[in-house]
């Protein structure tokens, strides 16, 4: 999946904004059955409603094709631009350690350096 806004951002930094209030988040496609491919970063002094208004309008306008169930659809988006997007913070964050380990040097090897 494609993550957004962690450019130039550490594994620590991250952590760092994490315990401020930043999170993980991913707004479902909701008209198709596949999942959104996008998940955004929300720094803690950024606001949520520029992601989920997008996306919001996608599942608007995608919903002529479906008829029959286009207020459901349109409820659930509404619900999903409230309570601001699906948490992928625990998920994400274990997936950046395994990709960025910790670094352990061999202090053996630079002790007579």
Same mark, same amino acid.
């Given at each position: 999946?494609?993550?957004?806004?962690?450019?130039?951002?550490?594994?620590?930094?991250?952590?760092?904004l994490?315990?401020?209030?930043g999170?993980?988040?991913? =707004?479902?496609?909701? /008209?198709?059955? #596949?999942k959104?491919?996008?998940?955004? +970063?929300i720094?803690?002094?950024?606001?949520?409603? %520029?992601y989920? =208004?997008?996306?919001? /309008?996608?599942? #608007?306008?995608?919903?002529r094709?479906? +008829?029959p169930?286009?207020?459901f659809?349109i409820? %659930?988006?509404? =619900?999903?631009?409230?309570i601001?997007g699906?948490d992928y913070?625990?998920n994400m964050?274990?997936?950046?350690?395994?990709?960025?380990?910790?670094?352990n040097?061999?202090?053996?090897c630079?002790?007579?350096?």
């Open positions: 999946m494609k993550t957004e806004n962690i450019e130039g951002l550490s594994l620590f930094e991250i952590n760092v994490i315990q401020q209030g999170r993980f988040v991913m =707004f479902p496609n909701l /008209i198709t059955k #596949l959104s491919s996008t998940i955004y +970063f720094r803690p002094e950024e606001k949520i409603y %520029k989920a =208004f997008k996306h919001f /309008i996608k599942n #608007l306008s995608n919903g094709r479906t +008829f169930l286009k207020p659809y409820s %659930k988006s509404l =619900f999903y631009l409230a601001g699906k913070t625990q964050l274990a997936d950046l350690k395994q990709i960025n380990p910790i670094y040097p061999n202090l053996y630079l002790q007579y350096v």
